[in-house]
Structures are given as C-alpha cells and as structure tokens.
Nanobody, 116 residues
C-alpha cells in the first residue's frame, strides 16, 4: 500500500526554524518528483518547493526563496523541507506530494504555526 507521511510540524516564533520530514513507501520513490505544498486558512493549496527524481534540480515559490530548502534521500525514501526565518505568513498545513507521469500521491499534512 502507498503511504506518504509528513512529520515535524509545530508552533514556532517568527524568525525561528523548523524541519519537516516526509516518509514514503509502497511505490518506486526514486522515479517520482517530490514537492511540498501548503494551504493556509481561506487560501488555495500552493506549491512551496519541488525536487526532481534524482535530486539534481529544485525550484521554490518566490515567497520562500532563500529561506526554505528541499532535499531528498532516495536510499531512505525520505524528503525534507528545512524552513528558516519563518514568518507568520508561513502558517499553514504543509503537504508532501509525489508525482510520476499520471500518478500522484498525497500525505495527510502537518500543521506549521508561526506566532509570538
């Protein structure tokens, strides 16, 4: 069975850091592009960061460039999102996504709250 499970969310102060993890199983992880998305209250779900199947290329939304870093470990079927210099606007549920051709898998999300 396919599983995509996020962890690492929580409450942090503005300017703080957090590292999210995504554990994948039940599919050939190394073939899939992996992404982090987020959805804030009352907003659409938006792409935050993407890393391609071999980990050689990545891209980010303008709002997180220079602050967030996506990475993957294909030997462990893991993808990470290092978040630094967090802002209240980063508050959202963060979702891990796997995509290959017409296949896509989603995790259940992890809550990140940035507040003083």
């Amino acid at each position: 069975q396919v599983q995509v499970v996020e962890s690492g969310g929580g409450l942090v102060q503005p300017g703080g850091s957090l590292r999210l993890s995504c554990a994948a199983s039940g599919f050939t992880f190394s073939l899939y592009d992996m992404s982090w998305y987020r959805q804030a209250p009352g907003k659409e779900r938006d792409m935050v960061a993407t890393v391609t199947w071999a980990g050689l290329s990545s891209n980010y939304s303008d709002s997180v460039k220079g602050r967030f870093t996506i990475s993957r470990d294909n030997a462990k079927n893991m993808v990470y999102l290092q978040m630094n210099a967090l802002k209240p606007e980063d508050t959202a549920v963060y979702y891990c996504n796997a995509r290959y051709l017409r296949a896509t898998f989603w995790g259940q999300g992890t809550q990140v709250t940035v507040s003083s």
